[in-house]
């Protein structure tokens, strides 16, 4: 990590050598770590959007829940506004910390009502003194993410995936978050909605100021949205940089050919694209390849990409490549 | 209309075609007059978000809808006959032998049971007269022709040994093991990775070009639409939008919902700008309004659009839309440009 | 705006019909549907389905008139037939409707007499009024075995589902073990234990109830909440994988309040389904303890016992069988057919 741009800027959110081991039982007898975050660091300044793209089972989802500390971390710290945040106080920072997830349908509870999901961090953190104070509070959230407040005694299974996406980010800024975990929150839903709920994203940011970690598959969705962005793949991360920064001039191999598979929504581009198709499969994360993870399917793979592990070196700028390549 | 007789029916022709379900909160009309033409060896992309009718389209085509589905009006002409009135027999024939179809998730398509050789020999066996022996080689020569690996070795394992990605390929081998003339393929990337996406796709245009079959791909990605697709028929509630060539529906969008589609998804051009998304609400298809079905989120719906249903008026280029505002602007052509 | 400047298809065109549409109108076209609540629209669906409601209507007659039935038949379940203050001893297995010789003389004289609508047992008693009582003895047996199921299975199975790892692979090995034991078995060697027990005891709830009925209730409770906690874990382990119950945690909620506001509201509905499927296994499984003489006590009839003890005259009375054993069908069936409705209605899994 650069220690300048550390220190000289105040970061919201700090994650060192983040680690999220899971045992899997492999035998009668025997279990496997499936290290599914091994070693992960950033950092989000306040207001500011870190997009974290990756395949399925790379851990960017683990990484979003670990640092929620809605699993316990294997290993490394998570610092929130320069203090570290551990199972004791954690309690404390789930007002400051929140998150939406990805699928509208299960991450709502279809016995409650909108009030009452909107209302329920509001009740566990008691920031209510009377029934009309409830009321009023997620009135007004509910305004804040376009709902019709008629619509505050119905029942979730009512509404369309858009409007479930809406209720779900209600829920999180109820307690006046700083930094908001988004998971995924736009691949659920219709292309012609989830433009709806990028611009709401960005004008809640404008006006309220919070911080996202906005986890996504989606290149195009992630470079519009974020500053910064990360790549991960198999539990590391591979690639930092500004987001036109990374779109324009990526660095290592795995991001170039992320960012050329993404299909162009435009016939003439879509034509001329020369695609650098990725052989193979992503391996196991039960049985990772030595060294660099990403060997196995790259094309400039070379002896020393099989014995160590390449670090994260600036590029400079704030560009961070772990790769050998020059 | 007289030259044409002569001239070779086109290989399949949706005409007029009506489908619909009975629920238990009333009858659906999941597809609702949809017409279209594929030609040998073409792509034809359906695109729609969930409950435009797209996948309701192709399974109407193959005649696979669920128990409480049916066409009730229109034409499916296969090389001119009309495969509606086929009986089962007819149709299991059709199946596979004529048109093929693969599904979005790989996972569920294939029987854990059986080794992946197993399937696709049975998929074989069933529309040809060969011997297991026969039947086996051409299993593994499929998997090759898919780009597998090591297809001796895969050709005996499980589904569950396999990757997405894999299955999906299986899945193609399985499709054109009997040499279908058309490939339907339903969302056939939704449950992959970008990058395994973009072999798939490759895979299938490969394949169009070594064996020149037609291809229908339904998709919601207009990403996949335009590295695909030759043709493209926009669906919403049911209709059709538009259709045209691949060009004219992303450069010259004759249909507000395609225009507003299009500015809507984030693409290199606008990453600077903010998004122009499409108001409102999906429709319900158990609530469709008297007019235009995207008239309530339509930025210049006009009185007329929310009480008569546009009509589909031909414009230049082959280029079909139905949408009021073509009739406003005039842009609509006196006769089918064909003539 | 233009103006359309030729029409297209000679219709005659209305100017002001390409005119912009307002807000308002567009809105009026994108109306919501109805606002239900999960409740009201499985009843909604229950009350469609003819089977569960013609169920719900016998359930409903039978239980009124276990209600009316002793308010407007004078005879007890237990006593004999008198007329004038004097015990009938012809009004032995009479037929339905039919009266004794002496019951006919007092009609002969223009008194009148409450008719025997199932006839009479062997010991001069109204077997109808017996019917009733040995039907409500067997629906509260059943509806009292199944509430014990339920609160021991409910709580069993939350707590293994709710804390899983090695606490539920404990929790459930003893409910696998209880599983395997052979429950017939169990029934009898038990009844036949605490029979003997009980016997002896001067608590005044065991007397009234008779020692039977304890053993019935100590077996259902000992062995047949089984699958109730069985599925009830299988349910809170579906759940706990939602994303709400994450989305609980990530707002801070702590587990008692998980549990409260979002597990148990959302397995009720499984709960209410198996405890209404399991009413009837009950009634039979006490009918048949009492068939065989390992139930209720005599004179307390129960539709098993009532069906036992006509098996002694069965050639020359068979109405004495018919009459308990289609009891026992009828509310069985009900039961089963309501708990299946129950299950099409409201069960999440077969939604959507």
Known sequence: MNNTVQNTEKNLVEVRDLQEYFPIRTGLFKKTMLKAVDGVNFSIKPGETLGLVGESGCGKTTVGRTLLRLYKPTGGQIFFDGNEVTDKNMQNYRKEMQMVFQDPYSSLDPRMTVEDIIGEPLDVHKLYKSKGERRDKILEL???????????????HEFSGGQRQRIGIARALAVNPRFIVCDEPVSALDVSIQAQVINMFEELQEKLGV???????????????????????LGRIVETADADELNESPIHPYTLSLLSAVPIPDPNTARAQKRIILEGDVPSPLNMPSGCAFRTRCRYATEQCAKECPPLTDRGNGHLVACWCK | MAENTAKKPPLLQVVDLHTSFTTDKGEVQAVNGVSFTLEEGKTLGIVGESGSGKSVTAYSIMQILEQNGHITQGQI??????ITHYSSKQMQDFRGKKCSIIFQDPMTSLNPVYTVGNQIMEAVLVHHEKSKAEARDIAINMLKLVGINDAERRFK?????????????????????SEPWILIADEPTTALDVTIQAQILELMQELQQKLNMAIIIVTHDLGVIAQMADEIVVMYGGRICERGTADEIFYHPAHEYTKG?????????????????????PINLLNMPKGCAFCARCDNAMKICLEEVPPELPLPDGHYASCWMNVVNHNYVEEPADE | MDTPKKNPFSLQIDVSRFEKATEEEKRQQDVMSE???????GMRKLMKNPLAVASM???????????????????????????????????????????????????????????????????????????????????????????????????????????????????????????????????????????????????????SLGTNMVSIFVVFGLLYWVGMARLVRGEILKIKNNEYILAAKAVGAKSSRIIRTHIIPNCISVIIITTALQIPSAIFTESFLSFVGMGVKAPMPSLGSLANSAREGLQSYPLQLVFPAVTIVLIVLAFNLLGDGLRDAFDPKLRR
């Open chain 3, 35 to 41: 606002s239900t609540t999960f409740f009201k629209d």
């Open chain 2, 157 to 177: 394992q499980h589904p569950h040994e396999l990757s997405g990605g894999m299955r999906q390929r299986v899945m193609i081998a399985m499709a054109l093991a």
């Open chain 1, 211 to 233: 911080a996202y970690l906005f986890i996504a598959h989606d290149l195009l969705v992630v470079h519009h949205i974020s500053d910064r962005i990360a790549v991960m793949y």
């Open chain 3, 57 to 207: 209507i016998v359930l409903i007659l039978v239980i009124g008139t276990i209600i009316i039935a002793p308010m407007v038949v004078p005879y007890g379940y237990e006593e004999m037939i008198s007329v004038n203050g004097k015990r009938d001893k012809t009004a032995k297995n009479l037929g339905p409707f039919e009266y004794s010789k002496r019951e006919q003389a007092v009609i002969d004289e223009g008194g009148s007499v409450f008719p025997h609508i199932m006839g009479t047992d062997s010991q001069c008693r109204d077997y109808f009024i017996r019917v009733v009582e040995g039907t409500k003895i067997s629906l509260s047996v059943g509806l009292f075995a199944s509430i014990l199921v339920l609160i021991i299975g409910v709580l069993y199975g939350s707590i293994s589902g709710y804390l899983g790892g090695k606490v539920d692979l404990i929790m459930m090995r003893i409910v696998d073990i209880i599983y395997s034991l052979p429950d017939m078995l169990i029934i009898i060697l038990l009844s036949v234990v605490l029979n003997e027990r009980l016997a002896n005891s001067n608590n005044p709830v065991i007397q």
């Open chain 2, 261 to 281: 589609l299009l500015r809507s998804i984030p693409s290199v051009d606008n990453m600077k700008e903010k998004l122009v998304p499409i108001a409102g609400t």
């Open chain 1, 142 to 156: 509910m305004g804040l993410v376009g709902l019709n407040a008629e619509h505050a005694t119905r029942y979730v």
């Open chain 2, 77 to 82: 002409l296969f090389q001119g006959n009309d």
